[in-house]
């Protein structure tokens, strides 16, 4: 999902810069983020999915994507906020382009989940996405 990834990192880094952009320094990643990566940060990776047989796979595709923002404060304060400016960036955002693809839907599928990881926290959001093929 090449295309979804571009889409994703395009209305992330379209100028002038949004909230989520600035409040971490643009720092988003596919999958994993370097060694040394200045915090917080955000990365973003495609799980898995079960296709909705609802959608014919030769003209949709579903995809689940993970959120996770990295703080190295180890309260939720700085992690939760960051993940509204997410929030107000993605869910059901009709501003994204993916190329080859209209999409159907970009919806959040939980509220933010904050947990503490050694002395650092990190907060998981999972959206859905549903692309039509063009």
Known sequence: MEALFEG???LFEALPHNDFYTAIDGELHLDEAKQKTAFPYCIFLGLPGI???MFDPEEY????IQFNI????????EVLS???KLIALYDDTEDMVVAGY???WFR???PPYSFKVKDKRQVTLLYEVLLEKT
Do not use: G, K, L, W
């Open 8 to 10: 994703i990192t395009n």
């Open 51 to 53: 296709h909705d047989f």
């Open 61 to 64: 595709e579903y995809v689940p």
């Open 70 to 77: 990295h703080s190295s404060d180890p309260s939720a304060i």
């Open 82 to 84: 960051i993940a509204n």
């Open 102 to 104: 209209n999409v159907v």
């Open 108 to 110: 959040r599928q939980t």
